[in-house]
């Protein structure tokens, strides 16, 4: 009986991970044709500065709604599409998306940067630097309207490689950010000779650092190492008033995350920007004059 149980829930594993498998194969040959069916959203979510509570540019996140799937989640297609080599297109019209969308927003007066995430793939492409100086040609725009985030460890895949690209990414004078720092064992002689702009601490340590004293010390020591490298700091994943306050109080420089702003569709930013409490919340130091 024992050995029939164990054979049922072997067969019962397989199955299910047959199914996955063939499930990931659809996808990953449905993703090829999503762009040309127009399926790819772009959402933003906001970046918001917590010592003058104003709203400081927004970060570009690709959506997949999928015709009979509904939306797929974000992390799992990038990483089939990197794994399929269909990083590129996809990265392709995310640039171009959020070019025009960055274009509109000038023209309207507004000047939030909109930062657009970059894969180990995309920093491999030798033609992604120039395709990115020739959107800013063709929209005529300011480097201070785009920005880019790299993660720790995409940099981490080919580091000398990586910081040729990013030399040339910055000589457009855009500002660039580490993603998801903290998860992708890079060394401190090789963050000194990155020319970044900011850190973005990542989520997990966000998540549990009023709860884990190990993520509590994880998250004060990035803010410090950042800032004496003369690095800004950012906390994604910011979920709740009391992470919000004691970032605040260790000294972070921007807030990302739901306590923030969830990610809403690019077309949204401007009316929701026009209507959140952060143009009016009062800055560090004035908490008590608000209650
Ligand atoms: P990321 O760049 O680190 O983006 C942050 C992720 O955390 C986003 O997931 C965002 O929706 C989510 N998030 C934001 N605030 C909170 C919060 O308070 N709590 C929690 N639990 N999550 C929060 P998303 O949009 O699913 O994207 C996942 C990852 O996929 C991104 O991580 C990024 O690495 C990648 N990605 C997204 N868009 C693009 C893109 O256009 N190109 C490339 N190459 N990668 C992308
Ligand atoms: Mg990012
Ligand atoms: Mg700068
Ligand atoms: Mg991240």
Known sequence: VQAKRTAAKFALYQGTADQECTRRLALMSDLRSA???????????????ISS???????????WQHAQHGMIATGEFI???????LIMPLTRWVLETAFRQSHTWFEQGIRQPLSVNLSAQDLRDPHLVDRISSLFATWAMPPEMMQFELTESALMEDPVGALKTLQRL????????IDDFGTGYSS????Q??????????????????TNAGSAVIVR???????????GVVAEGVESEAQWDSLRALGCDTAQGHFVGFPIPTEQFVDW??????????????????T
């Open 79 to 85: 990483a089939l599409a990197e794994r399929a080599g």
């Open 53 to 63: 509570g104003e709203v400081c540019g927004a970060e570009a996140l690709v959506r």
């Open 170 to 177: 910055k000589a457009l004078g855009v500002d660039l950010f």
């Open 193 to 210: 000779k990155l020319p970044v702009d900011s850190l973005k601490i990542d989520q997990s340590f966000v998540a549990s650092m009023l």
């Open 273 to 290: 920007e026009a209507h959140c409490q952060w143009r009016h919340r009062p800055p560090a130091g004035d908490t008590t004059l608000a």
């Open 188 to 191: 401190l002689s090789y963050l």
């Open 35 to 49: 762009i040309d069916k127009n399926e790819l959203l772009l959402y933003c979510q906001p970046k918001v500065s």
């Open 221 to 231: 020591s990035t803010v410090e190492l950042g800032h004496n490298l003369g690095l």
